[in-house]
């Protein structure tokens, strides 16, 4: 029969293939040849309202059905359709020739029940046979594979590569100008035929309950339009759908199946998320080339290599027009050499490889990622049923100029600026109510408070977490605000609390932080614990400053973060003590922390605060006076909350009973600090690497004192006089003793850059050497004069003058001190 022939003896069914531009081609033709009264679509019946918007000039594919429970929206399904998905191209014919349209498959509402039920299902029987022997089965019994049917025709016809036979049989039949256009779909009909003979289900349990409602569909729809209707549907059902069978049989497969509540509405999809399986289960692996191959007019291969050259030339790379003709010339000499009718995916792949890249594979895996895989994102119009939560999302996205994009991508924040700063805010809340469209990254630029990047891109599964999102509240601000309350009451550690707080600040929850600062001051004065206590403080203290460039009121936090410190003061000596190695190390993480969080503090004028907050800022004083009346032989404390954390420091150096890695790392925080002299620090480490301290014990003292990121290794170059020291403990370590301690010199050592174990090597190999009377000074030391050089010292002070914001009237003594 001719192209515009079509008996209407019966439906007409086109079985296609999922996001194939072959089968949407062809479904077009047979559509306008066939011209039925009314088109049956494999989908969800629940969408049927939603079709009519698929004419929307806003809406754009890629773009997904997206249903999910009423009650628990995590419970999802997308049905995702492109372009050149032969679904999307039957609901278009349809609503361009004004032809009812309508889904067929099973309804969302008994699938997303029958997962639930299958989870719950599998995790009894789960719990049912925990601990049973498997025994071995009968043959026969296994539960049956689930079959590929282009994998099956594909190795019938003797392809080891599914893709390669479905562009060799389908995609190419436009070159050969294909007369009859239904002959496609009765020769794949008649190949399903076989296969499910062969493999019945092909292991789809859910399939033959799937086929009989679409068959009640059909049998409904024939009834009202007559013998005039056409089914779009994947290949595999046709048999099914031609099989006989009867109402009452089909209806018995369906009785008794488990529901839920649904919504459902359109939602973007990427190109990215067709190239996985989901929704219909055909993933593909090349979104974009199919799309091309659908577009495309005609004389596919160039125009793709057009595309390749203009996108490579796009990052700085050499391709011209000759580039072209030979890449175009090579495809199409592939595919007569592997016997192909026209050069398909791989064919242009290694033409590109070859020509365009010049070999090499890093330019084509741009071209993967860009045009191959793409990075489009679909839009659905604002008439598009939405949660309120979505709704408020999508005014704040267009107020901010923030559009959700598929490609990721760094967004660079000042927070001086007022959208920046909503920006920021928005996608801080975002993430207190899990829906991650971005995550902070270091800046490349500024590490100041004032400034925030963001690495940003948009999945289509996030509309499923606003949607979840959407049970604390309609906007993004108060669902925010309810999930932080929620938090603060459901936390069951405070450094949850305080991370809790920072969030606050930084997502702009006023509302949010008077709850939260309630559980923090609850938790903080019920918790014991050092650790704890002294790892929720940075977080706060973290909060403090970007309350600062925030412009947020954080006194209550001031006090909180002050008290909080004091505890740590009081409790921190006696949980450093007998400690063993792993609980050591984990302190000294503490230690830094608290020390960075002090000084910090001091920045923001918190010491006040502190000074006023209570019974155990008291208690702290009474004891940090005392502490640093028996350490500091001649050392008076500063005022205020350094001077206290200075005396705890010196009472860790000084007490016997403390881990040695904790007393080295407390004096070298008293040294970087001009807390203690040089001789003073090297005496400390002689009295450390003393015969009579046990190997182990002398080896994590050198651990805290120059391990980690701090620096270490400059000061050992710089004072060879504490090198001296190491070395001459280390050759008289007991051969016996050496290995025991080689492991943590090894960690120590190899923290540091490569310059400066090679200088320390250079050092070591040249022997110590003649001291000076200069502390800190040696006289062979490369690159170091026995004294310093104040001249070239006195260079930098005009640069400190303008850096801190101080006139030329300050004298160079004061400008030190404030530098310091």
Not at 131 to 158: F, I, K, N, S, Y
Not at 422 to 441: A, F
Not at 540 to 562: H, I, K, P
Not at 743 to 755: C, I, M, N, Q, V
Request: hydrophobic letters at 45%; proline letters at 6%.
């Amino acid at each position: 029969m001719s192209e515009t022939e079509w008996r209407w003896t019966g439906p007409l069914l086109l079985g296609v293939r999922h996001h194939g531009p072959g089968s949407a081609r062809a479904v077009r033709a047979a559509l306008e040849a066939a011209r039925p009264r009314v088109v049956l679509i494999e989908g969800p019946p629940e969408a049927d309202a939603l079709i009519p918007l698929a004419a929307d000039p806003e809406m754009r594919p890629p773009v997904a059905l997206l249903a999910h429970a009423v009650d628990e929206p995590g419970r999802s399904a997308f049905w995702p359709l492109a372009d050149f998905s032969p679904e999307w191209v039957a609901v278009r014919w349809a609503l361009e020739h004004q032809v009812p349209a309508r889904f067929i498959d099973l309804p969302a509402t008994h699938t997303l029940a029958w997962g639930k039920a299958e989870e719950a299902a599998a995790e009894e029987k789960e719990g049912t046979e925990a601990g049973a022997d498997a025994e071995a089965e009968e043959p026969g019994t296994a539960r049956q594979l689930r079959v590929d049917p282009l994998a099956a025709l594909a190795e019938a016809a003797g392809y080891d590569d599914p893709e390669r036979w479905w562009e060799d049989v389908v995609e190419h039949r436009g070159a050969a100008g294909e007369r009859d256009v239904f002959a496609p779909f009765a020769a794949v009909a008649e190949a399903m035929e076989a296969l499910r003979e062969t493999y019945g289900a092909g292991g789809r349990d859910r399939d033959p309950v799937r086929e009989a409602y679409m068959r009640l569909r059909l049998r409904a729809a024939q009834r009202e339009f007559g013998e005039q209707v056409a089914v779009v549907c994947g290949a595999w059902h046709v048999p099914a759908l031609r099989a006989r069978s009867t109402v009452a049989a089909d209806k018995e497969l369906l009785k008794g199946l488990p529901k839920v509540r649904t919504d459902m509405t359109w939602v973007p999809w990427t190109n990215r998320r067709l190239a996985r399986a989901s929704g219909y289960g055909a993933g593909i692996d090349s979104p974009g080339w199919y799309g091309h191959l659908f577009r495309a007019p005609d004389r596919p291969v160039e125009r793709w290599l057009i595309k390749v050259a203009g996108l490579l030339r796009e990052e700085d790379r050499i391709v011209s027009s000759a580039h072209v003709i030979e890449a175009v010339r090579l495809a199409e000499t592939l595919a007569v050499i592997r016997g192909r009718p026209l050069p398909g995916l791989g064919e242009t792949t290694d033409a590109v490889r070859a020509v365009l890249c010049e070999g090499s594979d890093v330019p084509l895996a741009l071209v993967h990622d860009r045009l191959v895989v793409g990075d489009v994102l679909g839009e659905v119009p604002e008439a598009a049923p939405a949660v309120p939560l979505q709704r408020d999302l999508a005014r704040e996205q267009r107020r901010l100029r923030l559009k959700p994009e598929a490609l990721e991508r760094e967004l660079e924040l000042d927070l001086r600026k007022d959208t920046d700063t909503g920006r920021s805010r928005l996608l801080h809340r975002l993430r207190l109510l899990g829906i991650g469209w971005g995550e902070p990254t270091e800046s490349r630029g500024s590490t100041g408070t004032f400034r925030e990047t963001w690495r940003l891109r948009w999945e289509p599964e996030l509309s499923v977490r606003v949607a979840e999102a959407g049970v604390w509240g309609t906007t993004v601000e108060g669902a925010a605000t309810a999930r932080a309350a929620a938090g603060a009451a459901d936390a069951s550690a405070l450094a949850e609390v305080t991370a809790l707080a920072e969030h606050c600040l930084l997502a702009g929850l006023p509302d949010a932080l008077p709850v939260v600062m309630r559980a923090l001051a609850d938790r903080a004065a019920l918790d014991t614990d050092v650790g704890r206590l002294a790892q929720a403080l940075p977080a706060l203290v973290r909060s403090l400053r970007y309350g600062d460039v925030r412009g947020t009121d954080t006194r209550a936090l001031a006090e909180v973060a002050g008290g909080l410190a004091e505890r740590v003061f009081v409790g921190l000596p006696p949980a450093c003590a007998a400690l063993d190695a792993d609980a050591a190390e984990e302190m000294r993480g503490h230690v830094d922390a608290v020390h960075t969080a002090v000084a910090l503090l001091g920045e923001t004028g918190t010491g006040a605060a502190a000074d006023t907050s209570g019974a155990a800022a008291e208690t702290a004083q009474t004891q940090t006076a005392q502490t640093a009346q028996a350490g500091d032989s001649g050392h008076h404390a500063h005022h205020g909350l350094r001077g206290r954390w200075r005396a705890v420091l010196r009472t860790l150096a000084g007490r016997d009973t403390v881990a040695g890695v904790l007393r080295g790392r407390a004096v070298r925080i008293l040294l970087d600090e001009g807390e203690l002299e040089a001789e003073e620090a090297a005496r400390l480490m002689g009295l450390v690497l003393s015969p009579g301290t046990p190997p182990a014990d002398a080896a994590a003292w050198i651990e805290g004192f120059v391990g980690g990121s701090g620096g270490g290794g400059m000061l050992l170059v710089h004072d060879e006089r504490l090198l001296g020291l190491v070395d001459a403990w280390l050759t008289g370590v007991p051969a016996e003793a050496f290995t025991d301690v080689l492991p943590l010199l090894r960690r120590t050592f190899s923290a540091y850059e490569p310059g400066v174990r090679r200088t320390l090597g250079e050092l070591v190999r040249r022997g110590p050497g003649e001291r000076t009377q200069g502390p800190g000074r040696t006289a062979g030391t490369p690159g170091f004069g026995a004294e310093a050089d104040e001249e070239r010292a006195d260079a930098v002070l005009p640069v400190l003058r303008l850096l801190l914001g101080l006139d030329d009237t300050t004298p160079d003594n004061e400008l030190v001190g404030v530098g310091r």
